[in-house]
């Protein structure tokens, strides 16, 4: 049973480059979300897809923010220009029912 | 809107000890469901638990136990004669059951680090 898969796991960037992570659910999972957690709080929702449709966007997704799932399976996150502020982790889930279930998460530090 | 407040921000106790995470939450929506998940040092948050809201019956699994009271909006957590492998942070989490939204809305979370 393979869970859900993040890449890259850690990312360094400089301030004002674009950065792409990528996200593979749970095979059989429809619904597919994004989260971003900073030191010491709780994960914030960004996005989430049901298939291949973005149902929901939170106010915290600005328009530097993109996200896709094109085929209804894997999705990417696109950051562009990040700014220092940007530096969290972004945690992936997938769910068919209520339930959701986490990835490892991928860390973005920017410079 | 939807909220859910973690007060204790920190716990450190020795092994064997029993613990009770506290979980309050608000939401104007008559069913949703709550949530606990672990987050230990690796992490990977751990889907531990889900409650749907007309189901106050309280849990047991293992040395975990939920405590659901739906007169005071809390959904505690009690990890009994507690283990070394139990430090972590822990989030209570909120979702409406109806109305379009499936997002989550986490507490700030609990750390609890278990003492040998």
């Known amino acids: 049973d393979t869970g859900v898969s993040q890449n890259p796991r850690h990312k360094i960037t400089k301030r004002g480059q674009n950065v792409t992570f990528r996200c593979d659910p749970i095979s059989e999972h429809n619904r597919l979300y994004w989260y971003r957690q900073t030191l010491g709080q709780g994960p914030e929702f960004l996005t989430y897809f049901q298939n291949e449709a973005q149902l929901e966007k939170s106010r915290l997704l600005s328009d530097r923010f993109s996200a896709e799932r094109p085929k209804g399976s894997f999705s990417t996150l696109e950051i562009q220009r990040t700014e220092q502020g940007d530096s969290a982790m972004y945690l992936c889930?997938?769910?068919?029912?209520?339930?959701?279930?986490f990835g490892p998460g991928t860390r973005l530090t920017v410079l | 809107a939807q909220k859910v407040t973690q007060a204790q921000t920190e716990i450190s106790v020795v092994e064997k000890e029993d613990v009770t995470l506290d979980c309050v939450y608000e939401t104007r929506d008559t069913t949703y469901y709550l949530f606990w998940y672990k987050q230990p040092p690796s992490g990977e948050l751990v889907f531990l638990i889900r409650?749907?809201?007309?189901?106050?019956q309280n849990e047991i699994s293992g040395r975990y136990s939920w405590n659901f009271q739906k007169s005071t909006s809390s959904f505690n957590f009690t990890i009994t004669a507690s283990q070394v492998v139990d430090s972590a942070v822990y989030f209570c989490a909120l979702m409406r059951s109806q109305g379009g939204s499936e997002k989550l809305v986490f507490g700030k979370g609990m750390k609890l680090t278990v003492n040998p």
């Open positions: 409650r749907n809201s007309f189901d106050e």
């Open positions: 889930a997938s769910s068919q029912g209520p339930s959701q279930f």
